[in-house]
Antibody, heavy 123, light 105 residues
Framework: QLQLQESGPGLAKPSETLSLTCSVS??????????WGWIRQPPGKGLEWIGM???????YYNPSLRSRVTISVDTSKNEFSLRLSSVTAADTAVYYC???????????????WGQGTLVTVSS | SYVLTQPPSVSVAPGKTARINCVGH??????VHWYQQKPGQAPVLVVY???DRPSGIPERFSGSNSGNTATLTISRVEAGDEADYYC?????????FGGGTKVTV
């Protein structure tokens, strides 16, 4: 069974860079029919897509966050990472990593999620 | 940018049917996916491509999609179905989520 696990500091200071890693087990991050994504959820609010990456390094980012986001992949470690720069209190959220699967019918959906990790931005 | 609109809340009695709408421009031309999220837990995919279900998801969960509205239908609602539900599409190289609907049983 595929499992994803987020890791990283639970606290970030305003104006600094938030960094998280998602470790993938039970499957290969180099699967040809998968992208690997980050989604966040501020406390009490809805889901917001941040971006995603293919094992080759191809990325898609949410236009509203593009200027501050970098997603990278390390196939040798079977993990991918998120960096969000110049954070403010508005970036406080539970951050989820997830697999976006491309099925044989040509549809894409997030079928496996990590448990999520809360990152608080505060001085 | 593409916007998906969901009602904030839906209330339903046990054993009845809950319907959650997701409104977006010409959403009927898109593939719509639905996620269930219980408090303190990660979202779980319950319907994909607007009408298919992953293994382990009861047949009580079904979807439809036409025109400007996609609908998640939960038949014979149980107490365990109480959760937030989110619709999601792919538009212009972006993943878009609806604002979410809290289903109260």
């Amino acid at each position: 069974q595929l499992q994803l696990q987020e890791s990283g500091p639970g606290l970030a200071k305003p104006s600094e860079t938030l960094s998280l890693t998602c470790s993938v087990s039970g499957g290969s991050i180099s699967s040809s029919n998968c992208y690997w994504g980050w989604i966040r959820q501020p406390p009490g609010k809805g889901l917001e897509w941040i971006g995603m990456i293919y094992y080759s390094g191809n990325t898609y980012y949410n236009p509203s966050l593009r200027s501050r986001v970098t997603i990278s992949v390390d196939t040798s470690k079977n993990e991918f990472s998120l960096r969000l720069s110049s954070v403010t209190a508005a970036d406080t959220a539970v951050y989820y990593c997830a697999r976006r699967f491309y099925d044989t019918s040509g549809h894409y959906y997030f079928d496996f999620w990590g448990q999520g990790t809360l990152v608080t931005v505060s001085s | 940018s593409y916007v998906l609109t969901q009602p904030p809340s839906v209330s339903v009695a046990p054993g009845k049917t809950a319907r959650i709408n997701c409104v977006g421009h010409n959403i009927g031309s898109k593939s719509v996916h639905w996620y269930q999220q219980k408090p303190g837990q990660a979202p779980v995919l319950v319907v994909y491509d607007y009408s298919d279900r992953p293994s382990g998801i009861p047949e009580r969960f079904s979807g439809s999609n036409s025109g400007n509205t996609a609908t998640l239908t939960i038949s014979r609602v149980e107490a365990g179905d109480e959760a937030d539900y989110y619709c999601q599409v792919w538009d212009s190289s972006n993943v878009v989520f609806g604002g979410g609907t809290k289903v109260t049983v």
